[in-house]
């Protein structure tokens, strides 16, 4: 049962250890504040995204849905552009990844009832650009998570587009019943199904089946960029776009007005490209937009701070000093009275005649006063004792302004503050009430507290 008991003892004095550091913690972290920074320094932010392409020229995929295509990756950098970060500049590049198995751009129109009409066509991309981007900052909160954005550049592209006519065995056809084969679908020998390989063998600029001459692989385009960007936390944005890049070429399909292929009619018309995608966007340098501060007080609302006021600047609070008003510099005791070493009344800054005998009879210079003076001023004729309303004023009751003779009644919330009984709130009673309430051992209230302090300065 002893080992129980001890063991029970340690595992609540644990918690109890652990309970006094929460609640350290609680109140350290109530005297931190974060502030906003009112002019920070703003740099670059960088940013990748992903994506996928879709392509708008003489020749269409089968699926044109922004969701569906060709991956592309992005990667930019933007930095503001105007005083009041309404306006970004935006550096990016686009590109596809090359190879067989990379990502490039692939468009396979596929008809059904016009055979000749069946292309395979693939293209590397790669662009270099710039923007303007506008974010609509003049309507939205600054604290919103979410705000539209639309972007207008230009842009320098490159292409390389190759065609897919040939497999390992040869070229293969197209056949009005939707079928591929390795020969054309005149020959009377028939011809067996095939199908084609993921290799764009064939470079169309230097084919026959290209009468333009040897054109230039790069064009310039407008993009049009317009998303969402939603803020995750001061340093993390994500956005949610699409761009329109209007290419100033009809080459990257190699079908023109000019040179037509199979049959396949020009739709007079720039090759132009879709881009839907995703970003993330990390602002890695800037100056933080909150600063946090540590305070030396803790602010509380409906808090009266002129109880914690110190209008002498003598280093005790005006709730607690005794003897208000002492002058600049004077030396005071921990009730805020200046000191008076010899205890004849008149405090040590003003008396002109220090370690003045006790029990002498001093002047209100602290100048001891002669016994023959004294025996003069006793002699003359004094009033009788019952027409004089006898009052004492010392020094400990200069701070009070000299109201201890005749006390209010106490309130009955307070009467249990008044701990000797005498009728009267002391100081120290009233203090001690004070350190109760903040200690949680009271149940007096705010309003009570601020009642408690105006009745003892009316006492």
Partial sequence: MKIYLRITGLFI???GFYGLKAQELDWE??????????????MPVVGIGVGYLNYFGDLRNNATSPLMGNLAFRANMHAFIDQHKHFKFNLYTLFTL?????????VIQRDYQ?????????????????????DFDHFIPKKSLFRPFVSL????????????LTNTNGPFYYWTDGTIRNRPQADERGGDLVQPDNDYETDLRSSILNTSGQYNKYTLAVPIDVGIEYNVSNRTSVRLGYSY??????????????????GITNRNQFDNIGYSYISLHFDLFSDPRTIRINRLLL????FDYDLIGDEDGDGVFDINDRCLHTPRGVEVDTAGCPFDTDGDGVPDYLDKQLYTPEGAVVDRDGVEIPDSLALQVIAQEA????????FLQTMNDLGSGGRRGHYTEIPDKFKKLDLDGDGYLSFDEVLKAIDDFFDFESDLTTDDIYELNDFFFSQ
């Fill in 299 to 302: 602010e509380l609302e409906n």
């Fill in 29 to 42: 972290k109530m005297l931190i504040e974060d502030v906003e920074n009112v002019n920070p320094v703003y």
């Fill in 13 to 15: 004095g644990i918690l």
């Fill in 153 to 164: 550049g230009l842009e320098f592209t490159t292409f390389n587009t190759k065609a897919n």
């Fill in 98 to 106: 090359p190879g067989s198995n990379g990502s490039s751009m692939t």
């Fill in 383 to 390: 009033l009788p004792r019952n027409q004089v309303e006898a």
């Fill in 245 to 262: 890049h209007l290419n100033f070429t009809d080459y990257i399909d190699n079908i023109t007005p000019t040179n037509p292929i199979l």
């Fill in 114 to 134: 016009h055979p000749e009409r069946n292309f395979r066509i693939q293209t590397d991309l790669l662009s270099f650009g710039a923007n303007a981007h506008y």
